[in-house]
Nanobody, 117 residues
Framework: QVRLEESGGGLVQPGGSLSLSCAASRNILSINKMGWYRQSPGKGRELVASILANGSTAYADAVKGRFTISKNRAKNAVVLHMDALKPEDTAVYLC???????????WGQGTQVTVSS
């Protein structure tokens, strides 16, 4: 099991930027895959971005070119940096870790991101 703690959510205006951090209780370099989903009313859970142990990344089409996922080794955390935010990015963002396989098996509590003027 891995304990995940998210931080960095909040309110931002359209076009603004925000960074989310997901700190893990286990060395992130030993975790197969980490990433972020988001969930908003009426839209279900949507995969946003992921990063493998080897550093390879993947993004949902809706966020490509605007969001960047990376590892902060000093903080043992995965960071999601979000630029050019849109109102449709409003959601609860959930961090996950895939330890046993490549499917999520550990989740954070979620952090709210609201994009509004």
């Amino acid at each position: 099991q891995v304990r995940l703690e998210e931080s960095g959510g909040g309110l931002v205006q359209p076009g603004g930027s925000l960074s989310l951090s997901c700190a893990a209780s286990r060395n992130i370099l030993s975790i197969n895959k980490m990433g972020w989903y988001r969930q908003s009313p009426g839209k279900g859970r949507e995969l946003v971005a992921s990063i493998l142990a080897n550093g390879s990344t993947a993004y949902a089409d809706a966020v490509k070119g605007r969001f960047t996922i990376s590892k902060n080794r000093a903080k043992n955390a995965v960071v999601l940096h979000m630029d050019a935010l849109k109102p449709e990015d409003t959601a609860v963002y959930l961090c996950y870790a895939a330890v046993r396989t490549y499917a999520p098996d550990n989740w954070g509590q979620g952090t709210q991101v609201t994009v509004s003027s």
